[in-house]
């Protein structure tokens, strides 16, 4: 017994079809695909702007649990040093014990305590001039600064140095030593600069002086 004409003709697409599924998965592709971007984008932000947070969180904490001073100190790609002349926070960081408190890796005296790999490709990561090489942390809890300090970390592909919606964080240590994130309170993605944040105080660089 034959297959039927009408069966036969009905399979498969036909050209037209074929051209208007494309269309659609071609503009599907173009509203999706930015969107995928800017969300491992701020994953990744969120990922690192975590890491770092934990790493203040753990100086402090080792700090009033050992009784002694603990820095965090930014090092020179990835290697150990107390003053790299092209160190920047995010080619790495390291927390370890500072018994003279003088921000430097002393290896007769000094405990390090963990290291802290290079922040994602193109990513920033600086502190303002109250934190612009290391952070201490004393038996107390306390920062080596009785002021407010910052670091701002940025998604910095385009190279301006200037945050954009969604791919700035804002990280400030208040005067006891405790890091907390800014906030945006305008809603605009870009966090504020203050410790009593505005809608006119947003960060206006990704490598504050």
């Not at 040093?81 to 018994?99: H, K, M, R």
């Not at 007769?108 to 600086?126: A, E, H, M």
């Not at 964080?169 to 208040?174: A, D, E, G, H, T």
């Amino acid at each position: 017994m034959g297959i039927p004409l009408k069966k036969l003709y009905n399979q498969g697409f036909t050209l037209l079809e074929l051209m208007v599924t494309l269309a659609i998965a071609s503009i599907l592709a173009t509203v999706a695909i930015p969107s995928f971007t800017g969300g491992i984008r701020s994953n990744r932000l969120t990922t690192t702007n975590n890491e770092f947070v934990a790493s203040l969180n753990l100086a402090r904490s080792e700090a009033i649990k050992r009784g002694a001073s603990v820095t965090v100190r930014k090092v020179d790609n990835n290697s150990f040093s107390n003053l790299g002349a092209g160190a920047n926070w995010e080619n790495g960081w390291d927390v370890f014990t500072d018994v003279d408190n003088d921000g430097n890796f002393d290896a007769g005296t000094d405990v390090l305590i963990r290291t802290y790999q290079s922040v994602p490709v193109n990513f920033t990561l600086r502190g303002n001039n109250i934190f612009p090489n290391f952070i201490s942390f004393t038996s107390t809890g306390l920062s080596n600064n009785a002021v407010i300090g910052s670091f701002t970390l940025c998604d910095n592909t385009d190279g301006d140095n200037l945050p954009q919606a969604n791919t700035a964080r804002f990280i400030l240590v208040n005067t006891v030593g405790r890091p907390r994130m800014g906030v945006d309170t305008n809603n605009d993605g870009i966090p504020n600069a203050d410790s009593v944040a505005s809608a006119v105080s947003n960060i206006t660089s990704c490598t504050p002086p």
